[in-house]
């Protein structure tokens, strides 16, 4: 199945300056909200206590604030999916100072005179664990960009390591700008969201580099933007067929697969468009701007094969008893 015609060359490169601004502005847009909105850390990196607590009817989120509030301050109730659902998260003062008892039981009985409840899940994280959680996904974070980057420049050229690497900070700046924008959750499902999507979109980067690489050896072109055209519209249905499966799997989590699984689902789900988007229109233009050279990598190409064919000549040499 083909959704663009392989034999079709699409001028992508014509309009690269139109694509880049478009993904300015949702950088820019990205980083307004990160730093102004902020995220909505979850416990797994706030600390604090988290209750999921089940009613046997609709759940009355004005009464269960006034009677969590009698007993711990600056409680945070929500609806947690279903109606009869709610969540409740207690700060990190309440956490520690209420720690060594059964929170779970202590707000079952507070909530004794709404009914009958049931205690769905209790999770308690404290503020060193979730500072340590923060430090530890950032650490992930740069071990990944930089194993990419000495992955990539060893495979092809530095300007190869960082188109691809710039493309990575693209996706993962605009997904989570998306996250801190419709105050999503973050919590360790979000941070492995993110090394996903990085691992997905690169994927994508190197699928599309790849085929570059092979038409810059293959092929008479010497024109970098034209030759980029075809390496793309060759890509491209492979890429985008991709992605449609990846993303259509991803939504459907989103949608059925309940209230604890949305942050991931999300994150992800923006992740693929963006770096679908970004494999395709972004990280091939970088190339250019780059200063990539034909001419030179060809060279290059041509002296690595030259040795090859020495060495090979040696050892069939060496194995014939000449040498």
């Not at 847009?29 to 990160?34: A, K, M, N, P, T």
């Not at 730093?35 to 600390?47: P, Q, V």
């Not at 050229?157 to 999503?184: K, M, N, P, Q």
């Not at 492995?192 to 790849?210: E, H, K, P, W």
């Amino acid at each position: 199945m083909e959704l663009f015609r392989d034999n079709k060359i699409y001028d992508l490169m014509s309009k690269r300056n139109m694509f880049v601004s478009v993904s300015l502005i949702l950088i820019v847009f990205s980083l307004f909200s990160i730093f102004t909105k902020g995220f909505n850390w979850g416990i797994d990196f706030a600390g604090g206590v988290e209750v999921q607590v089940k009613f046997d009817k609709k759940a009355d989120i004005a009464e269960i604030r006034k009677l969590i509030s009698t007993k711990f301050k600056g409680a945070s109730i929500t609806t947690f999916g279903n109606a009869d659902e709610v969540l409740i998260r207690l700060n990190v003062q309440n956490a520690s100072t209420n720690v060594q008892n059964d929170i779970g039981h202590q707000i079952e009985q507070v909530l004794k005179p709404l009914g009958k409840t049931d205690i769905r899940r209790v999770d308690i994280v404290g503020s060193k664990v979730g500072n340590e959680l923060k430090e530890k996904g950032f650490e992930a974070f740069i071990f990944s960009i930089i194993g990419i980057l000495i992955y990539v420049a060893f495979r092809f050229e530095w300007r190869f390591a960082v188109a691809s690497v710039l493309a990575l900070f693209h996706d993962t700046i605009i997904s989570l700008g998306a996250v801190s924008f419709f105050h999503v959750e973050v919590n360790l499902d979000v941070l492995a969201a993110i090394l996903t999507l990085m691992g997905y979109s690169l994927n994508d980067t190197i699928v599309v580099f790849d085929r570059i690489r092979e038409q810059v050896r293959d092929s008479k072109i010497r024109d970098l933007a034209l030759l980029i055209n075809e390496a793309v519209s060759k890509t491209l249905s492979r890429t985008v067929l991709t992605s449609l499966t990846t993303f259509f799997v991803v939504l459907t989590l989103y949608l059925f697969g309940g209230e604890i699984i949305k942050p991931f689902s999300f994150t992800l789900l923006v992740g693929i468009i963006v770096g679908t988007y970004s494999s395709i229109f972004i990280a091939s233009p970088l190339l250019i701007w780059l200063g990539f050279k034909i001419d030179d990598y060809r060279k290059r190409l041509a002296e690595k094969e030259k040795k090859k064919k020495e060495k090979e000549k040696m050892r069939q040499m060496y194995q014939g008893g000449v040498v």
